[in-house]
């Protein structure tokens, strides 16, 4: 890679790594695996730079790398016989607010893993649902299908918690 | 739906610091790039246990007062061990292109050996050792040598032993690595199995996966630990059972212990 093209890279990463980081911790709950889904991501990305630069929506093909990752991952540990473990992170939260602020974290943790990574492209990426879709690698319809099943979800579980 | 993100990135606070490091991503894009163009076969292992970024987090050179200005050059050196020997048959020999090292820090072989024997003192499953074969030479049992690195990567360390069982029997084979930022390798899309993560006392990030299962053609039970320390220290602790054992002769909480032995880390 020339140099330009690396100090590009390294530009977009200095820039976009907080915000990476977010979405990968969205997927795998957990701010280690999170940030080992991140540098996968980004070694991916590092490999493809020369023509990922060029693409028109840069942050849309790498959450699709990410999220690539994120499922290999899980097939990997299905194959060794491992459910995906959703552990906690750090401590509960605390404070007046504590009960709804739970219903927002677990309202993801127990999604199934596809709606989930479609809220969080769709909703949170501000992917369209073609980009969604074609990350998921599924139809724009069932794109707005996990969605609306996803935000059903969320709303009767932060309905029954109130 | 900003809403929705306002509440996630609330309830998400503060995230805790990054362990992610352009650095290191781009030397092992680097590295596996030459190793693909080399033609080497690279197993996965292998191509983690290959080197270590020299670059620190905070953009130093960290090697910079330790290697030699204009020193041997350090070849490009991909180890893909073997496992060790069935039981009766002389342990087999790595098979690696002639390690190349580089001039090592004086006196670093000298403490780092004897922070780990101090260690493994400790641990009942390494009473009985043997010395080790790399790279086509017999090494002492858990003596530190200059082992493979590559031109980027810096300085290399790297501890050998075949465990033997009280009777005297091959237990498996024991390998330590210490570099400086070395590549974890204990990543999502690595192989093997699943990736436990866990924080050590002292701040320390440690991963560990266990292999059960044809490990470069042989069926073993491979058990891997790294532990990243906050001085820049990385150590990469393997445990080889027998070919067709079925355990490695250190578990994961045996490798923690050593890797967190004090001692073993890099000037």
């Known amino acids: ?59 849309a093909y790498v959450h699709r790398i990410m999220l690539n990752a994120w499922q290999d991952e899980g097939r990997r540990e299905s194959r060794h016989g491992r459910d995906r473990e959703l552990p906690a992170d750090g401590p509960a939260p605390s404070g007046p607010d504590v009960v709804e602020r739970l219903d927002q974290l677990e309202l993801l943790r127990r999604l199934p893993e596809r709606q989930r990574a479609a809220v969080v492209l769709r909703f949170y990426c501000d992917l369209s649902v073609q980009e969604t879709a074609a990350a998921l690698g599924v139809t724009d319809g069932t794109v707005k299908s996990l969605t609306s099943r996803g935000l059903a979800g969320l709303r009767l579980i932060l309905g029954g918690s109130r | 739906m900003s809403d929705l993100r306002a509440l996630l990135d609330e309830q998400m606070g503060e995230p805790p610091a990054s362990t992610v490091r352009v650095d290191r991503i781009i030397g092992r894009e680097r590295r596996r790039r030459r190793a693909r163009v080399g033609g080497t076969a690279v197993a996965g292992l292998a191509v983690v246990l290959a080197g270590a970024s020299a670059v620190r987090p905070d953009g130093g050179d960290r090697s910079a007062g330790t290697r030699p200005a204009a020193g041997p050059t350090c070849a490009t050196v991909i180890p893909r061990f073997t496992a060790p020997a069935s039981p009766g048959v002389p342990p087999a020999s790595p098979t690696t292109a002639a390690p190349v090292a580089p001039e090592l820090p004086a006196g670093a072989e000298g403490a780092l050996t004897a922070a780990l024997a101090a260690a493994a003192a400790e641990e009942p499953a390494l009473r009985r050792l043997a010395p080790a074969e790399v790279g086509g030479r017999t090494h002492p049992a858990l003596r530190f040598f200059g082992g493979p690195c590559d031109q980027r990567s810096g300085l290399t360390y790297l501890a050998a032993a075949e465990v033997r069982t009280a009777a005297g029997a091959p237990a498996g084979r024991l390998l330590v690595y210490v570099q400086l930022d070395g590549d974890t390798g204990c990543t999502p899309t690595g192989d093997g199995g699943a990736c436990t993560v866990s924080r050590g006392p002292g701040g320390e990030v440690i991963r560990s996966r266990t292999f059960d299962g044809d490990v470069q053609g042989q069926d073993i039970v491979r058990v891997l630990v790294t532990v990243e320390k906050p001085d820049g220290t990385t150590l990469q602790l393997v445990a080889d059972g027998p070919p067709g054992g079925r355990r490695a002769p250190l578990d994961v909480a045996a490798l923690t212990r050593l890797g967190l032995a004090p001692g073993l880390s890099l000037p």
């Open chain 1, 1 to 59: 890679m020339r140099r330009a093209d690396e100090d590009d890279f390294r530009d977009y990463v200095a820039g976009r790594l907080p915000a990476l980081r977010r979405t990968a911790y969205l997927f795998c709950h957990d701010w280690h695996r999170a940030d080992d889904l991140v540098a996968v991501t980004l070694g991916k990305l590092y490999r493809s730079w020369s023509r990922a630069r060029r693409v028109e929506r840069l942050d």
